[in-house]
């Protein structure tokens, strides 16, 4: 998501930044290659249209002509209107007693998914939410949200089959709830198009009978500036207090994020980058502006972090590869660790500047199927093999490379740079300096809890000793590798070299 617009953007503040002097006519020069970047995007036009305004009207300001680095004064001037644009603050959910959100939406906005994704963030925040399932459209609709719920391990109310009557629904379950020990109840509701006006009514009276404090859209972020009308429909109908936009991992244009609270007035309050459950957070508009810049998200990464890593794994890790014990089991180990965080290309698109290193890398060079077949790769080595890899002779090789159904070539590449990885790790350079450092604070690894709440970031560029690695050569852009891996994320970025 918002790849395009974050490369259109990036070229233009390269230019911006290489000014010595601003003048009306660069500025003027700049905002129309904006515009134009964010159109197409999808941003609705008068948003776009307003926006530029606001930017110009700002950037040609006395404070910014004469400043040492006025390019850079706009850059910042450009992210601070784009996250007012997007919210300004994050938007908390009202919860106040009865606790009852309203989730409605278009079919195939990802509703039931995302009721369930919310009561599980809910759950994990110390709260007791319970399901309802209100869509009597969908056949399979109640069945999944049940078998969501499951998984979830959060109470759930299905009606009777063949049950007709949305309003009865609501009673019934109002009345189940009394016996449940619950905070907030989810109602998640069937799916309808915006022209569909006895559906609208339908809703329009279940919204009036439970009368929540939350009435939350459900949005695809791929339907563009449709989407924004979308929101306009059911704000007249239901009376929104907020959005949620999903597939935020997809590659469409992105432009209904950024059109959405302007056209509407209501707050984005949660985004889905997955399909996963757990793939589901909170909106924060200068985080998210901060992405579209390509400045990454720190917080973010370190948040998925702090909720799916094991600390104390991770550092008997980082101390095995510190001392040279590190092996084939711990490569797997953390593997699966990064794979817990979600996609690869999501993760590392939190890291500041990937948008450029990404143009770098060999094509293919994050595709899942790589790490899939790495793990095949390890899995068929015997227990010995894993724990000492020098025992992978020429024979072993061929009969690893028959059981993960790879080449042997790249069963040999694939032990190669495990090698190199590993002496790297446990060298005397850059990376050897930066695993000690690291291994200095808090035992392993730094206070993730605590650097998601705001903490300090640990100095990684002073632990570099003032450089930081080079991925595109890591990554498969280079002949050799410079570094290992992605430091104590995993250590296992060598393996993508070009294949």
């Known amino acids: 998501m918002f790849s395009l617009l974050s490369d259109k953007l990036d070229d233009t503040f390269r230019k911006l930044r290489g000014l010595s002097k601003i003048s009306e006519s660069n500025i003027a020069d700049a905002m129309r290659e904006i515009r134009m970047a964010l159109l197409d995007a999808d941003v609705e036009y008068s948003v776009a249209r307003e926006f530029i305004a606001h930017v110009k009207e700002q950037a040609m300001g006395v404070a910014v002509l004469k400043t040492v680095k006025p390019g850079e004064q706009i850059v910042k001037i450009f992210r601070d209107q784009l996250a007012e644009l ?34 599980r963030r809910l759950k994990a925040e110390g709260r007791k939410p319970l399901l309802v399932a209100c869509d009597l459209i969908r056949p399979a609709a109640i069945d999944q949200l049940a078998t969501l719920a499951g998984q979830i391990e959060v109470p759930v109310y299905t009606p009777s089959a063949g049950e007709k009557d949305v309003i009865r629904v609501a009673k019934d379950a109002l009345r189940w709830a009394k016996e449940q020990e619950h905070d907030v109840i989810i109602f998640d509701t069937a799916g309808r198009q915006e022209v569909d006006e006895d559906l609208v009514e339908e809703l329009r009276r279940l919204a009036k009978y439970l009368d929540a404090q939350e009435s939350l859209l459900v949005a695809d972020a791929a339907t563009g500036q449709q989407a924004v009308r979308v929101a306009q429909a059911f704000d007249n109908a239901v009376g929104l207090t907020g959005i949620i936009l999903t597939k935020l991992d997809g590659d469409a244009r992105g432009g209904a994020a950024l059109s959405m609270r302007a056209v509407t007035g209501k707050p984005i ?58 092996n084939f089991n711990d490569f797997l180990q953390q593997m699966r660790m990064m794979q817990s965080l979600g996609p690869l290309e999501g993760l590392l698109g939190l890291l500041p500047g990937f948008s450029k290193i990404k143009k770098q890398l060999p094509e293919g060079a994050l595709d899942p199927k790589k790490m899939k077949r790495m793990e095949a790769i390890v899995l068929s080595m015997t227990p010995a093999e894993r724990a000492n890899y020098k025992l992978l002779i020429p024979s072993r090789r061929r009969r690893v490379a028959k059981g993960s159904g790879v080449s042997e070539i790249e069963v040999n590449r694939f032990i190669k740079n495990f090698k190199q990885m590993k002496e790297m790790m446990g060298g005397k350079g850059k990376m050897g300096g930066l695993m000690k450092a690291m291994g200095k604070m808090k035992g392993g690894m730094p206070d993730m809890s605590s650097m998601a709440q705001g903490g300090e970031m640990p100095d990684l560029s002073s632990m570099m000793g003032g450089g930081m690695p080079d991925l595109s050569a890591l990554m498969g852009g280079g002949k050799k590798p410079k570094m290992p891996g992605m430091g104590s994320m995993g250590g296992f970025g060598g393996m993508f070299r070009r294949r």
Do not use: C, W
């Open 86 to 119: 997007l919210g300004g603050e994050a938007a908390e959910l009202n919860l106040t007693p009865p606790g009852r959100i309203l989730v409605v939406g278009l079919n195939g906005a990802g509703k039931t998914t995302t009721s369930a994704k919310l009561a």
């Open 269 to 326: 309050k949660f985004v889905g980058e997955g399909e996963k459950l757990d793939m589901f957070g909170p909106f924060v508009p200068m985080r998210m502006a901060d992405r579209i810049l390509g400045m990454g998200d720190i917080v973010g990464l370190v948040e998925k972090a702090a909720e799916k890593i094991d600390q104390e794994s991770a550092m008997n890790s980082m101390n095995r590869m510190m001392s040279g014990e590190f």
